[in-house]
Structure formats: C-alpha cells, structure tokens
C-alpha cells in the first residue's frame, strides 16, 4: 500500500485505490528522448540559475518537445491544494502562505530561460478570500510587462464561478485562459468532487464572453465510456470553448483512481476528427498529449480561424511543425 504524503492517514478512497496494482503501460505510450540545441541549453540554463518548472518537477514526457520549441510550464500557489481530485499528484492539505513576490519571480524565470510562450497553472486556494484571484492575474501582468514578445497561458481553478474573481483573472489579458474539465458528466463528481461540471462550463462561456481565447482538456481512461465522449465535446463547444486537448489518464500512484481502460491511438484520432468537425478552433489528441502541450501552436490555429492576425510580438508562434505526441503522428510512424 503507498504511503500519504507528510505522514497522514490514507483516506478511505485512497485505502480503495491502493487495492489496485499500478497498471501496465500499453506499448504505444512511449516517448522518444530528442535532446535537440535549444533543450540542452535551457536545460543548463535552469540548473545554473535554480528555476522550477512543472515540465521537470512533474517529469513531463514531453519536455524534449515543448522546451525545443521554448515553451513550458510553472506551478503557482504552492504545492498543496484546497481541493482533492482522485487523478491529480498535487496533494491536499492547508496551504502555505501567500507569496506575493511569486509572480515577479515566475516572470523573471520567462526571462532567463528566453520562452516564446508560457502556461502558468496553479492550485486551488480556498482559504484565501480572493480564491487566489490576484495571483493568477498579477502573474499574467508581470510576465507581460517583462516578456511583451511571450505569450501566456493561464490555467485556472473555477473560482466558485465567482464573478469579481472571474472579472480580476479575465481582466489581466491571458493569450487563452483555460479550465480542464477533464471528465465526463456522469463521472465528474466522483473524479472531482470539490468541482460542479456545469460551473467548469459556466467559466469558459464568461471567459469566452470577455473575449478571452478560451481551452479546456478531457482525460481518458478514468471511467468513461467512448460513447460519453463526444456529448462532453458538445458540451464544450457550446460553451464556448475553442482550444480542446484529449489525453489519457496515467495514474500517479497507487493512492490514485486506477486505470480504467487504455485508449488506442486509433479512437484518440476519432475523437479528434469529432471535435474539428463540431467547430472547435485547434484540437490535439493523444495518449501523451498534456493540457499544455505545443499550446503556443494551438493558440495561433485559433487567432486564424477566427480571422484574427497575430500582435507582431508574437507572430513567431504561427510556425507550422509537427507534434510528435498527437495521435495522427503516432499512427504514421
């Protein structure tokens, strides 16, 4: 059985979970090491100034890609969150105080390592009034003001649907402004029970109504259904949601929801035709595909389809590439 992290008891989901061995991985989940020049530089880059990335601390698969390409990821808030979902590795528990000069040092971190684009995500913070709402937006100011060629991708909680709070992280100007609903209704509450499926959705449409480039991510394999997949797409788009990543659930430890099924590259692919064809603006699927994954790219495939030009900081990001990830790629190897 795993332990708890920080010595605490193993809550009774947690117990259930542990009863469940990890599971093997299919062959197709797989990632290639390319170490390629800009990876090995902003690899020595971080190690010689001390930065903190989610893409090394989490061990994202797919960190030779994104940090080729100069994207990555930074957690804020802290590492314990006011809320527990059975999927995710960041713990609950009482979080740390608020560190107000975190942003200023995330965007000094954009900074050092020379990113074209970033995405910050963070925990929930229950316990503060705002919900965290100034955090996640002063991040977003204070990466513009010091990387104004930098795009900026902001992933956050619901905020309660509160509408100040809402109105504070809107008011900050993301490139896209993302919540993950990541699975579907008749499962949601058991995967995420600190959040409501129709609220998720209610943050997208009043993202989408201030204007913001809106995204969210679907997880597979926690319990779902192939055919529930699709009706959670709809629910989406109708939102208002135009970026949309399609993943597979990897469990992070025994403690964790198991594996319920392992999705072929062949039905991500499906997936993925669906959901261009219900008018979303960019799609990426795949079993290795993260909500931030070639995100940069993704966001200028939607200012196109809206018909909008890229700011000229920022033109560098409608570079056309292949994603080595998305399910199309791994079918054609």
Same mark, same amino acid.
């Given at each position: 059985m795993s332990a708890a992290p920080d010595?605490?008891?193993?809550?009774?989901?947690?117990?259930?979970?542990?009863?469940?061995?990890?599971?093997?991985?299919?062959?197709?989940?797989?990632?290639?090491? %390319?170490?390629?020049?800009?990876?090995?530089?902003l690899k020595g880059l971080v190690r010689r100034e001390g930065l903190h990335t989610v893409c090394e601390e989490a061990g994202c698969p797919n960190i030779y890609e994104c940090w080729e390409d100069r994207e990555a990821t930074f957690l804020i808030g802290g590492d314990q969150c006011t809320r527990r979902c059975d999927f995710c590795q960041i713990d609950t528990g009482?979080?740390?105080?608020?560190?107000?000069?975190?942003?200023r040092k995330v965007a000094e971190s954009v900074q050092a390592m020379g990113l074209r684009y970033s995405t910050v995500t963070g925990v929930a913070r229950d316990d503060l009034e705002d919900g965290?709402?100034?955090?996640?937006?002063?991040?977003?100011?204070?990466?513009?003001?010091?990387?104004?060629?930098?795009?900026?991708?902001?992933?956050?909680?619901?905020?309660? *649907?509160?509408?100040?709070?809402?109105?504070? &992280?809107?008011?900050?100007?993301?490139?896209?402004?993302a919540h993950n609903v990541e699975t579907v209704p008749r499962i949601f509450k058991r995967i995420r029970p600190g959040f409501r499926y129709a609220r998720s959705l209610e943050v997208i449409t009043r993202a989408r109504e201030a204007g913001l480039v809106t995204k969210s991510n679907l997880i597979l394999g926690m319990g779902e259904t192939p055919d529930e997949v699709a009706p959670a797409m709809k629910d989406l788009v109708d939102a208002g949601c135009e970026i949309l990543t399609i993943t597979q659930y990897l469990r992070p430890s025994p403690r964790h929801h198991p594996?319920?099924?392992?999705?072929?590259?062949?039905?991500?692919?499906?997936?993925?035709? *669906?959901?261009?064809?219900?008018?979303?603006?960019? &799609?990426?699927?795949?079993?290795?595909?993260?909500?931030?994954?070639?995100?940069?790219?993704?966001?200028?495939?939607?200012?196109? %389809?809206?018909g909008e030009a890229l700011s000229e900081n920022l033109a560098h990001l409608a570079a056309e590439g292949t994603a080595a990830q998305e399910a199309s790629s791994l079918l054609a190897r």
């Open positions: 010595g605490r008891k193993l809550l009774r989901l947690e117990v259930r979970n542990s009863q469940t061995p990890i599971e093997k991985k299919p062959s197709w989940i797989k990632t290639r090491a %390319r170490m390629g020049p800009e990876f090995t530089e009482k979080p740390a105080e608020l560190d107000r000069t975190e942003p965290g709402a100034w955090l996640y937006a002063e991040t977003v100011r204070q990466i513009h003001a010091l990387n104004p060629g930098t795009g900026v991708e902001l992933l956050i909680p619901d905020f309660n *649907a509160d509408p100040d709070q809402l109105a504070e &992280v809107f008011g900050s100007r993301p490139e896209v402004l594996v319920d099924r392992w999705v072929k590259p062949e039905e991500f692919v499906e997936h993925s035709n *669906a959901a261009e064809a219900m008018g979303f603006a960019g &799609v990426m699927a795949g079993p290795l595909v993260r909500s931030s994954y070639r995100a940069g790219r993704l966001f200028a495939q939607t200012k196109a %389809r809206r």
